[in-house]
């Protein structure tokens, strides 16, 4: 189960869909005792991953448009859910 936030606003067209978001903070970016690790990222704002549904045939095509969207949103990671069997 995923607990992503539906998107609020509306769609942008046809197949540039954002399904939800999912917000978080990276815990790597913290050493033991809460001082930053000088290699990572200090900015100590929440990520956020864009989460895509799909039902039914998933093409490569689908794939390129999630990056797109990732860099659009400047998203941290993108979710391709696919509910095909």
């Known amino acids: 189960m995923l607990r992503a936030r539906a998107r609020q606003r509306p769609q942008e067209g046809r197949g540039h869909r954002i399904d939800g978001y999912i917000n978080f903070f990276d815990p790597s970016v913290f050493a033991r005792g809460g ?36 860099e659009q949103e400047k998203a941290a990671i993108g979710a391709l859910i696919t509910l095909r069997e």
């Open 35 to 70: 001082e930053r690790k000088s290699n990572r990222d200090k900015s100590g704002q929440a990520k956020q991953v864009l989460v895509q549904v799909k039902s039914g045939y998933v093409g490569v095509n689908h794939v390129r448009d999630l990056k797109a969207l990732i």
